[in-house]
């Protein structure tokens, strides 16, 4: 090969700087050569950019999707177009921000006479907030093949799958999806609860996987229910046709129709039989129509997406977890009693405290709160 | 491999934190391309106007940034489309030509500033029909991310030559991707 001449430096460079073995002098050199040919430049670069999708395939695009589909809210995009960035916190944790403030205002639904006198004692604030905050992106992770949607616990998480799709994702739920998920392959894993409202297609089923049982999809919107560890995995179909069948039992499969909901009971392991005979005898299914909230119409299985809490005739320890889902908290119930007492209401947009006080005008209780553990007692 | 930058900066939104994801897509790509506008306008404050806009641009289609297969040659080949047609306003503007309708490369649909697999067709065709060597070195650098010395020593080859070989084969990516350009741009205009 002959000597380089001088108007091919460029092209050495070029190659020095694609096999990183380039100077920092002559990494300046070669852009001066560059911007003394910006169509040159620019093919470098589409050169550049195809070696980098070689490796970054449809995955990475859904990927990108999945993560800029969540809407910024617009003051906050003026915000940050008027160059307003020097108030930017660089070592602010993820999350952090999303914990409720003690100062937000709270919205009080006329549900309950003691707590409208509450809301009136405290003279808390009805105050609307934009949908738009509601649900921010989660946090997508490659993990062999599959991509993982998790919303941390104390926010929600958006998403919009490459085939429409729309997943909304309650707190502290994670959802899995394989890396070249398309119309033909719908099929996600979910722990934890996330309402699914699917883009039907007749030929190409949508289906969810959850711990116990399979969810297929036979028209639109939904509510899978089906935390690690929790007793019962339920459903809850909203519109269109539902199919679920049971991890243990696949031939024994359900119909549901609109405004139905199934609980799974989760068995419970019990030492003394035969695993398999025990799924059997021992995982019970109960369908029930569900009954939307007669004043808002809330329905309450879904009512999280609007970030409502709603509880109805709940045990104050069953209420205690949803709540310690909701505010990212654990919460210590010391007193039998007291876990025992029946509550009804819906929170909005309450801080947690503002929730402890409306729950202590309707049940009588103390509370304390160290840290992100509240201890409740007498 | 990802882009780091493009990694870091989806990570951003991911988490939530756009003011500080705006940043980097700020602080990374500004004043490249802002080099980049410039080349072609051979004036600073046009240039700098056009490079607002593009990024002001990128992040207002957030939602629809899934046509975007690569931020950085979308973010180049914005740049390069708004700078040539300033370009041309400003030869229109000097010459007084009227009549000769404007070709206005910003209004373009933004899908035909992906990088298409006409363009990635283009370029892996191109690779094929690089020499064999001169193509194994090329491969060696840009699949498994080896230096010019790794290469080198595996192949039992100078260094020299390993640039030289590598310089070959940018030459004629570069000339195919050229030709694409320019029948792209013909097209256009039919």
Known sequence: ?378 | MLDPITKVFTDLIAENRESEAYQLLYSQYHATLLDFSTAYLKAREPAEEIVNDVLLKVWQMKGNIVEISNLRAYLFTAVRNASLDQLARWKKEQRLLSGIPLRDLTAEDPESLVISMELYDCIRNAINALPPRCRQIYEMVRLEGMRNKDVSEKLNISVNTIDVQLAIALKRLVQAVNIFNKERTLSKEV
């Open chain 1, 1 to 378: 090969m002959n000597q380089m001449k001088d108007s091919n430096r460029v092209w050495l460079l070029m190659g020095r700087q694609l096999s990183r073995s380039i100077s920092a002098e002559e990494e300046k050199e070669l852009k001066e050569l560059l911007k003394q040919d910006p169509e040159l430049w620019y093919s470098y670069e589409l050169i550049q950019a195809v070696n980098n999708l070689d490796n970054v395939t449809d995955g990475f695009i859904d990927e990108i999707k999945l993560l800029l589909d969540a809407h910024t809210a617009p003051e906050k995009l003026n915000a940050i177009l008027n160059g307003r960035l020097e108030d930017v916190r660089q070592e602010t944790p993820p999350y952090e921000d999303e914990r409720p403030e003690e100062t937000s205002p709270a919205r009080i639904r006329k549900y309950s006479p003691l707590v409208r006198i509450a809301a009136v004692v405290a003279g808390i604030a009805v105050t609307a907030w934009a949908g738009l905050t509601l649900f921010k992106p989660g946090k997508t992770t490659v993990v062999h093949g599959m991509n993982e949607i998790a919303a941390p616990p104390g926010s929600k998480t958006q998403i919009t799958l490459a085939d429409g799709t729309e997943i909304w994702l309650n707190a502290g739920s994670k959802l899995t999806y394989p890396k070249n998920f398309s119309l033909e392959n719908r099929e996600v894993s979910l722990v934890g609860e996330a309402f699914f409202k699917v883009k039907h297609n007749d030929h190409h089923t949508f289906i969810v996987h959850t711990q116990e049982a399979d969810i297929t999809d036979l028209g639109t919107s939904f509510n899978v229910k089906a935390y690690a560890g929790g007793s019962t995995t339920e459903t809850t179909l909203i519109e269109g046709a539902l199919e679920v069948s049971l991890k243990k039992d696949p031939s024994r499969k359900i119909r549901m129709k609109p405004n139905e909901k199934l609980v799974l009971r989760n068995a419970a392991p019990d030492a003394g039989k035969p695993a398999a005979q025990q799924a059997e005898a021992e995982q019970e299914l109960k369908v029930t129509e569900i009954i939307p909230y007669q004043q808002t119409n809330d329905i309450v299985e879904t009512a999280w997406i609007e970030n409502k809490l709603i509880f109805r005739e709940e045990r104050f320890e069953d209420l205690a977890a949803m709540m310690e889902k909701r505010y990212n908290v654990s919460i210590v119930i010391k007193n039998e009693d007291i876990k025992d007492y029946q509550l009804t209401g819906i929170f909005k947009n309450e801080s947690l405290e503002e929730a402890l006080k409306v729950l202590q005008v309707i049940a009588p209780f103390k509370y304390s709160i160290q840290n992100d553990r509240i201890i409740i007692h007498q």
